[in-house]
């Protein structure tokens, strides 16, 4: 059985074969530690460190690469985003569709005296930017966003959100874990004052790598110190990008990997990216309209939604559908609550969650209408057993 | 397949995996499942057993530390799994 894979919100498979030669060449050539002991092997490595910035900070069209900064993974980024900004008495705005990767610094941060407002919204994800401006305080220090939601794939209004947080002079951060590579996003055009990404889902990369890209102003502490290679005769940290938030050594070979993706798609364009995810959710939209029993999530307008949709099927619980979707079809989903309680329960659909098609750059129209096909099987099925 | 009539719930898939593991390596027969969402939102994964060798298998996963959130009776119902062939075909699919 081919296998035909939808899970592309949790992790992006395949990969184009440009990462697998940058992971050959990195073996071959590249294998020094970057900026620690200067030979030619460790100045390949740092090398191969300053590209990947090159290459993200080209994709978010920020002019200055040292505003990238690399961790493994977008909730490193956003640990350090919230966490670096925040203080206990400080109040911290945020949304009711968040990831777990934002709500647990929030919650923890409750717990030493942090102020937390979760503003609602709708039943479909969407939110109005005038609620969220309705909640800020003298005190607030932080406004933290998803992107696109990794659960139903609703689009947040970051502009109007960013526009917001800029006259008011409170930093902006926005999670773009499902978004960045997917959508064109220009951090400062927009007045994104801090940007979290994951490596390995629309940018292509490799697990392990992410960050986030942050603007001059912000005012940032690290959250983890050591060695960095720069500096090396202080005991302290060094207060300069991106050494200051880069302890110990990176994941080259990661990054190695996550350049060769993010120049694969800085090539075909994200735009064009954009627009091809776009028309297979469009397809998904259309088709599962036509199927009994298939309820999608989420909005109907296409402007408001990036390449994640999330379904149910009367009468099966989630995981069923992702037994028989597996086992049967050999589709790969993913099912349940998607690291997102508030999300499930601002659908209505906490705690047996939905089932979640996540799309790609190489997802194909036929793989759409392969899981169409077989949504309406299993819709089938579920009648004939009632 | 029929035999295995027994559920094991964890609370990480670091416990589900390393449960699969040793009850596999010991002749248990088993299979790793997408968590019944009915029963736990916790697990990625479940566990299939045979109910009849509860005792056996949670002696050995106790010896090795790993940790059973549940245990349920619990034949899936997608066991049952009768595929309706709808031979619907979508968009371009249609026209083969």
Redesign the interface.
């Given at each position: 059985m081919d296998v035909i894979y939808l899970d592309n919100a949790a992790t992006s498979w395949p990969k184009p074969p440009e990462v697998r030669d940058a992971l050959d060449r990195y073996f071959g050539e590249g294998g020094g530690n970057p900026g620690r002991s200067g030979h030619r092997m460790s100045v390949a490595a740092a090398r191969i460190v300053e590209d990947a910035r090159d290459a993200v900070a080209e994709l978010f069209a920020i002019d200055d690469p040292s505003r990238v900064l690399f961790g493994k993974n977008v909730t490193e980024g956003l640990n350090l985003g919230i966490t670096g900004t925040v203080k206990p008495g400080d109040h911290v705005i945020t949304s009711s569709i968040e990831h777990n990767s934002v709500m647990r610094p929030l919650r923890h941060l409750e717990t030493i005296g942090v102020d937390v407002t979760v503003v609602a919204c709708a039943a479909d994800g969407t939110l109005d930017a005038a609620a969220v401006e309705a909640a800020i305080r003298p005190e607030t220090r932080l406004i933290v966003t998803l992107h696109g939601s990794n659960v139903m794939g609703t689009l947040l209004p970051i502009a109007d959100i960013a526009g917001i947080a800029r006259s008011r002079g409170i930093p902006y951060l926005v999670d773009a874990a499902q978004t960045a590579g997917a959508i064109p996003i220009d951090v400062d055009a927009l007045g994104i004052d801090m940007l979290a990404f994951t490596g390995h889902k629309a940018l292509l990369g490799l697990t392990g790598t992410g960050g986030l890209v942050v603007a001059d102003h912000v005012e940032l502490e690290p959250i983890m110190r050591g060695g960095t290679g720069s500096r090396s005769d202080l005991e302290i940290q060094p207060d300069f990008r991106p050494d200051a938030f880069e302890s110990g050594t990176l994941n080259v070979a990661g990054l190695a990997g996550l350049a060769a993706g993010v120049r694969f798609l800085l090539g075909r364009g994200v735009d064009h990216v954009a627009a091809h995810e776009r028309s297979l959710v469009d397809?998904f939209l259309r088709?599962a309209a036509?199927v009994p029993g298939v309820e999608v999530h989420g909005p109907a307008d296409l402007d408001l939604r990036c390449g994640v949709v999330s379904f149910a099927i009367d009468g099966l619980?989630?995981?069923?559908v992702?037994?028989?979707l597996?086992?049967?079809y050999g589709i790969m989903s993913r099912?349940?609550?998607h690291c997102a309680?508030g999300a499930h329960r601002t659908l209505g659909t906490?705690?047996?969650?939905s089932v979640r098609f996540g799309f790609s750059v190489f997802t194909t129209?036929?793989e759409v209408?392969?899981g169409?096909?077989a949504v309406?099987?299993i819709a089938?099925?579920a009648?004939?057993?009632r | 397949m029929s035999a295995l009539d027994g559920l094991l719930t964890f609370f990480a898939s670091h416990h589900a995996v390393r449960a699969e593991k040793l009850l596999r390596t010991d002749g248990f027969a088993v299979e790793l499942i997408p968590g019944p969402k009915e029963l736990s939102p916790n697990c990625g994964v479940a566990l299939r057993f045979e109910l009849e060798r509860r005792d056996e298998a949670l002696g050995l996963l106790g010896s090795k530390k790993v940790e059973v959130d549940e245990v349920h009776h619990y034949v899936p119902r997608t066991d049952a799994w009768k595929p309706a062939r709808t031979g619907r075909r979508f968009f371009r699919r249609r026209d083969e």
């Open positions: 397809r088709g036509e619980v989630s995981s069923e992702g037994t028989l597996d086992r049967e099912v349940g609550l309680p906490f705690p047996t969650g129209h036929d209408d392969a169409l096909e309406d099987e089938a099925w009648r004939s057993e | -």
